[in-house]
């Protein structure tokens, strides 16, 4: 009788070289069996080269990779049919309908009892099972191929940035698709710029920058880890109350709508600054107080934000 | 090598031509148009059957009897001038490029020179100065008037001569290098058979590699248990079945139209497999000169292109200037076109065989080539 392995991936020491270009700097890290990990970092960071690498479909420069507990160099006639992969950018046959494209890929795994409808309920595809591919929106297609990356039951699923480009309502449907996966207990490996899809999905998730990973671990420990303090938002009627904050040693700045905002360590800072304020007869109109997300962690660790455009109204 | 995925692959690429509009038409309704076209074009020079005007102002016997003559040898559908009429203005209203006009007194100067008395020849009266003027009223601009008006005269010669009474002294001896009359149709079909084929293998495999590489299918399918074999071999596949379609669909038109007289055996079948390994093996390796799927397509035409009209598949190469058929030899398309007429046309075995040989020869290198330069992991 086998066991089976503890740990579905090992990356040991995994560098690739274009060129002159870095992409990924002897990086080393694991992924255990039945769990979901993300891999997150903005574009560039080396996510998919590293992917695509466990994935056999790029060699590595130096460094070993075992999948399954096989060599992703010499072993990829074995691994291939014992994972499923969402490439980046996914595409399929224009005029092939849904239905069709997953038969298609269950014939070239050789898988006779495939469950078509299955997967199809399962991207929630009904509908649209007779669509021709090149009719579908861009969720559509990318649910179809987390679809085709079930075809044959693999072991490991790997997801290469599924929900890039979609519109929120197209991404929270595939997360959908996604966690009903996640239930399936499969071995899923993510790679996302999203941090909410990683805070949402992942059991681990290890960030990546420039071609390194600078953080792994659940998206709490990471938190905690590395941005340990609550974010005070007030809306304050005049700017009294600033100068209030300041005066006790805190470091208030006004967002962008003239809310105020001050980072602080506890939660007693909380109180003593909202006491301060009625005490001086300024209590706040209202108040909001947050955990730090991956979002701050990212920013914490690197200096720069993981998409364009998305810290606006983040304390660092 | 797996059948079963090989299989799967060409019910794909079937199901995607039936529904591709654009496909079909290249495959099957171009090819056809162009056989139409040019058949119909051509069919006037095949019949050698030209339209004649005739105005016989002598109204007599002997001048009917030469306007049956004209007729009957076969080069004239004649027409019939009205004497009364103007047949310059004839000519002019009715868009006529040629009206021969037959003179009054034609009977009258064959009698004096012939010297017939009571119908019988008497050399005490024939007058070997009598003769008679036919007018041609002609229109110079157009192409067949001066191929008309030289069947004429070489016809109006033999009369001539055969009434000087002497002997010819050049007779022309005439052995047709075919066995049978072929017609120009019958020479263009295979051309556009191998042009045909040569498109579709081409752009075909240009299509496979380059677009699907571009839009992530091919990514895709390296994580499966496909091979670049098991592709590279359903996609030809693939391309012989259209090339078969595109070719019986081109056969079946011009045997219905044209009522075409070709040879079909086994020979036409080589000749399409080994045109889709060659120039299925071009496209291939076009695809990995050219990265991009647009600049591959564009690579496409400019070979293809050219090709078709320099490699005979539309008009004889003795048309061409010298260092154009030099040309002309070294494209493989010329080798398909002259090896689907030694065939088809001439029913030349030892020909086809040569033509194979090149063919074969050039496929292997290509082909060859063409699997070494196909990439299908990002081995990079």
């Known amino acids: ?35 979901v990990f993300a891999f997150l970092g903005p574009n560039g960071a080396g996510k998919t080269t590293t992917v695509e690498i466990i994935e056999t479909i790029r060699t590595p420069t130096s460094g070993t990779v075992r999948l399954l507990g096989m060599d992703v160099t010499t072993r990829k006639r074995d691994i291939v049919p014992r994972i499923g992969v969402l490439p980046q950018g996914f595409s399929s046959f224009d005029r092939i309908t849904v239905r069709e494209t997953i038969q298609y890929y269950a014939r070239l795994f050789c898988c006779r009892n495939t469950d078509v409808d299955g997967l199809i309920e399962l991207a929630n595809l009904k509908d649209k099972s007779q669509e021709q ?25 790997f997801l290469d940035e599924p929900t890039t480009g979609l519109d929120p309502r197209a991404r929270r449907e595939v997360w959908e698709v996604l966690l009903s996966l996640k239930k399936k207990g499969k071995t899923v490996f993510l790679t996302t710029h999203y941090m909410e899809e990683a805070e949402l999905l992942a059991d681990t998730v290890a960030i990546i920058s420039k071609g390194k990973i600078i953080a792994m671990g659940s998206p709490d420990q990471l938190i905690e880890r590395n941005a340990n303090y609550l974010v005070l938002t007030l809306k304050t009627i005049d700017g009294a109350p600033f100068e209030i904050i300041k005066r006790m040693g805190f470091e208030p700045v006004h967002d962008n709508h003239r809310n105020i905002k001050v980072r602080v360590e506890h939660t007693d800072d909380l109180q003593k600054i909202l006491n301060a304020m009625k005490d001086a007869g300024a209590s706040p109109l209202s108040v909001d107080v947050r955990k730090p997300n991956l979002e701050s962690v990212f920013l914490k660790l690197t200096g720069e934000a993981l998409r364009e455009g998305s810290v606006e109204g983040v304390l660092d | 090598m797996s059948l079963r995925v090989i299989g799967a692959n060409l019910v794909v690429s079937l199901k995607t031509f039936s ?13 056809i148009i162009l056989i139409l076209v040019f058949g119909t074009i051509f069919l006037n020079q095949d019949n050698g059957s030209f339209d004649l005007h005739v105005q016989d102002l002598d109204q007599t016997n002997s001048s009917a009897q030469l306007v049956k ?4 040898n076969g080069k004239f559908k004649i027409t019939t001038v009205e004497p009364a009429i103007n047949a310059t203005q004839y000519a002019k209203d009715k868009k006529v490029n040629l009206v021969l006009v037959i003179p009054s007194g ?6 004096r020179r012939l010297g017939l008395v009571g119908g019988v020849p008497n050399a005490a009266f024939r007058d070997p100065n ?79 590699n380059a677009e699907l590489r571009q839009t992530g299918v091919i990514r895709k399918l390296s994580t499966t248990p496909i091979t670049r074999t098991d592709w590279i071999l359903s996609n030809i596949l693939y391309q012989f079945i259209l090339a078969v379609i595109s070719t019986m669909a081109i056969l079946v038109v011009s045997y219905a139209v044209f009522s075409v007289r070709l040879q079909i055996d086994a020979w036409l079948f080589v000749f399409i497999v080994l045109a889709v390994f060659a120039f299925g093996g071009i496209g291939m390796i076009l695809t990995r000169v050219a990265n991009e799927a647009e600049s591959a397509a564009a690579a496409a035409n400019f070979i293809m292109y050219p090709m ?28 398909v076109n002259e090896g689907l007429r030694a065939s088809m046309v001439f029913a030349d075995n030892t020909a086809a065989l040569h033509y194979s040989a090149l063919i074969g020869v050039f496929a292997t290198v290509v082909f060859v080539l063409g699997i070494n330069t196909t990439k299908w992991e990002e081995s990079k």
């Open chain 2, 130 to 208: 009598a003769s008679v003027t036919v007018t041609y009223i002609y229109d110079a601009s157009a192409s067949s008037t001066s191929t008309k008006i030289q069947i004429l005269r070489s016809g109006f010669a033999v009369v001539n001569q055969g009434m000087s009474g002497q002997p010819p002294f050049i007779r022309a001896a005439e052995t047709s290098m075919l066995t049978k009359k072929y017609r120009f149709i019958e020479f263009f079909v295979p051309g556009i058979i191998a042009m045909s084929v040569m498109t579709s293998s081409l752009s075909g495999a240009v299509n496979m």
């Open chain 2, 69 to 72: 003559t004209l007729e009957l």
């Open chain 2, 106 to 111: 034609y009977e009258k100067a064959l009698v």
């Open chain 2, 19 to 31: 529904r591709e509009k654009a496909a079909m038409f290249f495959t099957i309704a171009f090819p």
């Open chain 2, 308 to 335: 078709m009209f320099l490699s005979g598949s539309f008009f004889p190469l003795e048309m061409m200037p010298g260092f154009l058929q030099t040309i002309a030899r070294i494209l493989p398309l010329y080798y």
């Open chain 1, 133 to 157: 591919f090149k009719n579908l929106s861009g969720g559509l297609k990318q649910r179809l191929g987390i679809a085709l990356a079930l075809v044959n039951d693999p072991e490991v699923v």
């Open chain 1, 1 to 35: 009788m086998t066991t089976e392995p503890e740990h579905a991936i090992d990356v040991e020491n995994l560098t690739k070289r274009y060129g002159d270009l870095l992409a990924v700097n002897d990086i080393s890290f694991n992924v255990r069996t039945g769990e």
